[in-house]
């Protein structure tokens, strides 16, 4: 099967997951964030490698944050930027998503950056754009979030260099994380020994084992001499009901508090892809303590997008 | 071109050249990677002991103007300047002259990062084929090789410099 | 009309035949196998030379999309695509739009269905009202005009106490119950099989216990009220383990299984592939050799195309909300004949799963080629490739996971009451 992202001779042409990518190419996209970051402490923190195209971000589900994070990042590489918000125009009309496609490619946009509920859209959007347009999922139902695995990977690696050398948990909702799955992928193909996932049952997916990870229920037990400790939003409808009986419950045995997070080793960096529900997955001593590095990976985010944009758009 | 010129010999007026044009508020902006090998030697030889002189690294492939054509460079270094731009005079330092749009895109960077007194560009061989107006004032060899000749700068294992020239066909 | 089907090697399983033999047609019936009948002459004559002649199909299950969804497909292009795959004979599921809940709507579907006079159709009657779940239909009016069965469709009775009172209903009368076993708090919003697959592409799953629990309980309420059962699209080696043990002790049911899920699993479903996602959910490959084991054993009785033709639209959506189904009236034959190699079973045992054994649970006469039975016959060139594809199908279905692949096995000619209603080059 031909791996949608990629073009014939190999090279990235949309991203869509992270899965199946070439471990060169997630390493391309690091080290090309390595030099982004220095672009945004400069006089001018603007490159001028996308100037004359037009990056049209297409969020057919809500989120302001990711959203933002995209547009500096189209912004800083010199591109024109045009931000809709689907959900609340033309789907509520009836077009079709592959209408509103066909419309924006009329007004000439390059790349398409799309967020959407659904898991597979921005394989479907891939699969019937023109030729020349690169697609970015910036979110698909539950499925992959590549450029957050990348940031993750990326922030990992700019404080644990060795890893090899790496035990990394990832607690949550992993059953409905699409940051999840592509922080596992990020992580396995560079090379992390040992991905932990910690989770009650109701919030993993079947056979989450054949994702490469090891199945933690008992939070004490999997964060032990961990070097990385990645946290998961746990979303609002998810507090109680079927899944879990309450917010307070899950603070207790899987929210991370201080006691917890000593249970890793001493220099254990502790992540969180926000927007953070302090008292519920956190604590905020942790998330405003000094092994946090919360803040770095939104800085980060933005190099990390600028290196993917920049390295799909030459991939003409 | 039958014989190459020896790029230790080419290295030492090149040194000897630029000695002259040194003050407090020089610069020297090495642009990768031949470019960045020529100023890592040259800094301990112009610059008297203890009195570092500023400098930098630029990697010029946000700048290039063949991004649409080729993409992005597989590997780019992050650019280092780690000094104030603004009044500064600059002495750009590359290996081989050529189109001038290498330092095209240097001197963009460069802006990017504030206003200098004033550019220039020493080079250690200038091959001739400019497409820009642009031109070395220092260089320690000139020749004029056809555009199928590639020359290029490589460096030893003990740091040590040669020339190659290829021919592509 | 009289027809000589000369040189062809003919394979009728119920009557234990299968070499090379003629077939003599008269009136719409089989008058003779072998040798000519005394004073017949034929006004034409099919060399069925390097072919081979079957009895035509009987497919279990084939949406014809009317009356209500037109714009998906219509009874012409379907029963058109049902004999150019061989199929002569075919049940279709209530879920229409009206739902086959009255028996004016069967006897106009009958109706339409005669006009064409293409394959026969025996369409399958709603077991409740709008299929609502809740009030049960006219079972012996809908029987009179013409329905062979009752079916839920893919929409669940969920209050176990209407299931109990339609079964019940339903064997005062000897009516089959069709049902395809799933039960609904589990596989809700589900839309691919719970497993690796489904866990990786993020999308919900439908645990195998759907189906199992669902089948525990319907065979349960068959054994209570005495029920016939059909039990539609079996998809879990549980679900095949559960009705064999059912069959072993005695209990009198029938299933079927799609040829999809004889053939693929849920890789098939690749990046996303909506023309993968079907009802039920492909599963596992440990479940579809268990579905092709249980059909060589004989606990899964026939196998059926599933047909259903879905507009292009519809499938342009990300895999969720794509619509279920893929057409198959075309794809039977070459994936039966595929199924026979691939698990080195000789054809005769193949197309009993789709001949005989679907018209005995029908109730039909159908599925042979005994003399004085109707001229329904399939010929076929077994050796033929051809690639499937939207301009190489008749039904106005153009969705596959088979799409773009190369099958083979031809249908050359079609014969319904001994008239030819396919033939191709």
């Not at chain 1, 054949?210 to 939070?219: A, I, Q, T, Y």
């Not at chain 2, 203890?50 to 010029?60: E, Q």
């Not at chain 3, 068959?222 to 209990?251: F, I, N, Y």
Request: glycine share 8%; hydrophobic share 40%.
């Amino acid at each position: 099967m031909q791996n949608p992202q990629l073009t014939n001779d190999g090279k990235l042409k949309h991203l869509l997951s992270i899965e199946g990518l070439p471990k060169a190419i997630i390493k391309q996209i690091l080290d090309t964030a390595e030099s982004f970051v220095g672009v945004a402490e400069r006089e001018v923190k603007k490159v001028p490698l996308l100037r004359g195209k037009t990056v049209c971000n297409l969020f057919f589900e809500n989120s302001t944050r990711t959203r933002t994070t995209f547009e500096i990042a189209a912004k800083r590489l010199s591109a024109d930027v045009i931000t809709l918000n689907v959900s609340t125009s033309s789907q509520s009309k009836g077009e079709t998503i592959l209408d509103t496609i066909d419309n924006l490619t009329a007004m000439h946009a390059d790349m398409f950056v799309v967020r959407h509920a659904q898991s597979g859209a921005a394989h479907m959007i891939a699969k019937h754009v023109a030729p020349h347009i690169h697609v970015i999922n910036a979110g698909d139902g539950r499925h992959a979030h590549p450029t957050q695995g990348l940031l993750d990977a990326f922030t990992i690696r700019r404080y644990k260099p060795e890893m090899h050398n790496l035990r990394v948990a990832i607690v949550g909702d992993i059953l409905h994380s699409r940051v999840a799955r592509s922080e596992i992928h990020a992580l396995t193909s560079l090379g992390v020994p040992e991905v932990r996932v910690i989770a009650p049952k109701t919030l993993l997916p079947e056979n989450v084992e054949k994702l490469g990870v090891h199945v933690f229920h008992d939070m004490r037990e999997g964060l032990k001499d961990v070097d990385v400790v990645m946290m998961l939003r746990l979303q609002n409808e998810r507090m109680a009901g079927a899944m879990l009986p309450s917010s307070q419950e899950y603070f207790k045995t899987y929210g991370l508090t201080p006691e917890k997070l000593a249970l890793a080793k001493p220099d254990a960096i502790v992540m969180h892809p926000g927007p953070m529900n302090r008292g519920v997955e956190i604590d905020s001593a942790v998330a405003d303590g000094k092994q946090s590095v919360i803040l770095p990976q939104v800085t980060y985010g933005i190099a990390v997008r600028m290196a993917v944009m920049s390295i799909l758009a030459g991939n003409s | 071109m039958k014989n190459l010129p020896d790029a230790e010999v080419l290295f030492e007026q090149l040194a000897e050249k630029i000695k002259p044009l040194i003050t407090s508020e020089t610069a020297l902006v090495g642009i990768h990677s031949g470019g960045a090998w020529l100023m890592e030697r040259l800094l301990p030889l112009i610059s008297p002991a203890g009195n570092g002189l500023a400098n930098g690294i630029l990697d010029v492939s946000f700048y290039r103007d063949d991004y649409s054509q080729r993409g992005l460079h597989t590997e780019t270094r992050p650019s280092q300047i780690p000094f104030e731009v603004e009044g500064r005079h600059i002495i750009l330092i590359d290996d081989v002259f050529y189109t001038g749009r290498t330092i095209r895109a240097a001197m963009n960077e460069l802006f990017d990062y504030g206003r200098p007194a004033s550019i220039s560009l020493a080079v250690l061989v200038n091959r001739g084929g400019r497409e820009l107006p642009i031109a070395p004032q220092i260089s320690a060899y000139e020749t004029t090789l056809t555009p199928d000749q590639n020359l290029q700068l490589l460096r030893q294992a003990d740091g040590h410099f040669y020339l190659t020239l290829e021919e592509n066909s | 009309m009289k027809i000589h089907i000369k040189n062809g090697h003919l394979i009728d399983p119920k009557n234990g035949i299968d070499s090379k033999k003629d077939l003599f047609i008269a009136a719409g019936k089989v008058v003779a196998i072998g040798n000519s009948p005394d004073s017949f002459v034929a006004n034409q004559t099919i060399d069925a030379n390097g072919l081979i002649v079957i009895p035509g199909l009987v497919d279990l299950s084939a949406r014809l999309r009317e009356p209500g969804f037109e714009h998906k497909a219509t009874l012409e292009s379907e029963m058109q695509a049902a004999v150019a795959g061989g199929i002569t004979s075919l049940a279709c599921p209530p879920d229409t739009d009206p739902v086959l809940d009255e028996p004016g709507l069967v006897e106009m579907l009958k109706h339409r269905a005669k006009q064409l006079n293409l394959a026969h159709v025996y369409p399958l009657g709603a077991l409740t009202h709008q299929l609502n779940g809740q009030e049960i239909t006219e079972m012996c009016e809908l029987t009179e005009a013409g329905c062979v069965g009752f079916s839920q469709a893919d929409i669940v009775i969920k209050d176990t106490q209407v299931l109990w009172r339609a079964m019940q209903y339903a064997a005062t009368f000897g009516f089959t119950v069709w049902l395809r076993p799933e039960e609904p708090y589990l596989a809700k919003d589900g839309v691919a099989h719970d497993g690796e697959v489904a866990a990786r592409l993020g999308l919900k799953g439908i645990p195998a216990a759907a189906e199992t629990l669902a089948i525990a309980s319907i065979l349960r309420i068959a054994k209570e009220t005495g029920a016939k059962v059909h039990l539609c699209r079996l998809s879990t080696a549980e679900g095949v383990d559960m009705v064999r043990a059912a069959k072993k002790a005695g209990q009198k049911i029938s299933c079927d299984v799609s040829a999809n899920h004889l053939h693929l699993t849920d890789f098939d479903i690749g990046f996303f592939d909506s023309n993968a996602h079907l009802r039920p959910p492909l599963r596992s490959q440990r479940d579809k050799e268990a579905l092709s084991a249980g059909l060589i054993d004989g606990t899964i009785d026939a196998i059926c195309s599933d047909h259903t033709p879905v507009d292009d639209d519809a499938k342009l959506y990300p895999f969720a909300e794509a619509e279920a189904g893929a057409t198959g009236l075309e794809l039977l034959l070459p994936l039966i004949l595929k199924w026979a190699e691939d698990n080195k079973l000789n054809l005769n045992q193949a197309i009993t799963a789709a001949t005989q054994m679907p018209a005995n649970i029908l109730g039909v006469a159908a599925g042979d080629l005994s003399v004085n039975s109707n001229a329904d016959v399939c010929i076929f060139d077994p050796k033929k490739y051809w690639k499937v594809e939207a301009n190489s199908l008749f039904s106005q279905g153009k969705n596959s996971p088979f799409l773009g692949l190369e099958l083979a096995g031809k249908v050359k000619y079609t014969l319904v009451n001994g008239h030819i209603v396919h033939q191709s080059t």
